[in-house]
């Protein structure tokens, strides 16, 4: 163990993300010096024996059945919120106000409205605080922004987004209870929306700034599912689609979609950006690779180049292995944490914050409003 300062982290929820959370939590000083050593001190699951081998498996210290244990501990520096969206609010504010730092995965919160209680009280406690939208830290989607931000792409004509599943096209797959949880919107808060365009949107504010107004459609296939938890047949409140096309205060426009009935697609995220002297596209299932197209090449030469983001050069790529091999999913989480501790350490705090987090909602509470009511919608902004 390091003489770094330590700060002692509380997972709340052992599921998918606890998992990705925890391995990121344990290797994050292996690969990048950070300002201070996490310590997997507390987690939290409702199912004591399900729990028990979690901590066991993943190195936790100890273990809580009830998440308000982790936040009455005095031993607990970061409160890591790793359950469905509908409990996001009320551990993250309980969290805020006994002073511990927040770390809540994504979405923020079932709406806007909500997230604007979140971000009040996360910043009255003035506590530092990051929501998990894990993609902006794919190397290749940083080095994305850095092209961007360089300029080289002049005006921006297009943004393109799409996130693909194709899971519950199943009729008899239940809804709500373990693992089914995102197809109940008490829940949920959304489907699609909510879950997977939330990551797109989060992505697109990051690279091309604000969005001014939308006009979507959502459908819902499949209206009626077994609840897993009450047993009864009852109405599917979710989106299972949506498609939205947006214009951005930069002056561009957009489309976005998200599914869970792309039969053949099993996590389809991407995006592709045309500027008016290059273009950038990214793919999920090819992550390490950033397409990028330059208008300024020599005529013959010019065509689209596949850039494999693992160079030194390249974001975060200097503290893993050597040029040529690739890293995966699970590193983004790790860089996450990366730059929340070096954000506490500079004062200069990591994005997406709670505040940042907000802005995302704001866009899905203007996509589902649009939905219903076959109007554009505006995006109210950040104040
Ligand atoms: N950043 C990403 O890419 C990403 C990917 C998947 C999920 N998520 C988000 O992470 C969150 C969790 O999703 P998941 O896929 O890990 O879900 P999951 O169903 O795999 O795990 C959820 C966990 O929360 C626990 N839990 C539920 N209610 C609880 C309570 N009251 N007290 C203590 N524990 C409780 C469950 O027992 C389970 O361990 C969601 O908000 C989801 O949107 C983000």
């Known amino acids: 163990m390091s003489n770094k300062k330590t700060l002692n982290v509380g997972i709340i929820g052992y599921g998918f993300m606890g998992r990705t959370h925890a391995n990121a939590f344990r290797k994050v000083t292996n690969f990048f010096d950070t300002p201070f050593q996490p310590v997997l001190k507390a987690a939290c699951g409702r199912d004591g024996a399900k729990l028990k081998a979690y901590a066991d ?106 996130f693909l599943q194709d899971w519950t096209i199943n009729a008899d797959l239940p809804q709500g209870g373990a693992g089914l949880w995102r197809l109940d919107a008490a829940a949920a808060g959304s489907g699609v929306t909510g879950d997977l365009l939330a990551h797109c949107i989060d992505t697109a504010l990051w690279l091309n700034g604000s969005i001014d107004n939308v006009s979507a459609m959502t459908e819902t296939f499949v209206k009626e599912r077994k609840h897993q938890l009450t047993g009864q047949v009852e109405k599917v409140e979710i989106d299972d689609a949506c498609a939205f096309m947006a214009r951005f205060g930069n002056g561009s426009l957009a489309t976005f979609e998200s599914t869970r009935y792309a039969r053949g697609h099993k996590a389809l995220n991407t995006f592709e950006i045309n500027g ?90 203007a996509v589902l409003s649009s939905a219903r009511s076959g109007q554009w919608v505006n995006v109210p902004k950040l104040s």
Request: glycine share 8%; with cysteine.
């Open 57 to 162: 498996k993943w190195g936790w210290e100890s273990t809580e059945t009830d998440w308000k244990r982790i936040i009455e501990r005095s031993d607990i520096d970061i409160v890591d919120i790793c359950t469905p969206n509908d409990s996001h609010a009320e551990i993250a504010i309980a969290a805020a106000r006994a002073g511990k730092m927040v770390m809540c995965e994504k979405p923020l919160s079932l709406d806007g409205k909500q997230g604007e209680e979140m971000v009040r009280e996360i910043e009255k406690a003035g506590v530092a605080n990051m929501v998990w939208y894990n993609y902006r830290r794919v190397p290749a989607v940083t080095l994305a922004k850095q092209i961007i931000e360089s300029g080289k792409l002049g005006r921006i004509f297009h943004y393109r987004a799409k």
């Open 276 to 365: 008016e002297n290059a273009s950038i596209a990214w793919d999920l299932h090819d992550l390490h690779r950033l397409q990028f197209f330059d208008y300024n090449d020599e005529g013959q030469y010019r065509g689209w180049r596949s850039i494999h983001v693992t160079d030194p050069d390249h974001p975060y790529m200097g503290n893993w292995w050597v040029p040529g091999l690739a890293i995966g999913y699970e590193h983004s989480f790790v860089h996450q944490v990366a730059d929340f501790l070096q954000g506490i350490g500079s004062g200069k705090p990591a994005s997406p914050t709670f505040r940042d987090a907000l802005e995302t909602q704001y866009v899905c509470d």
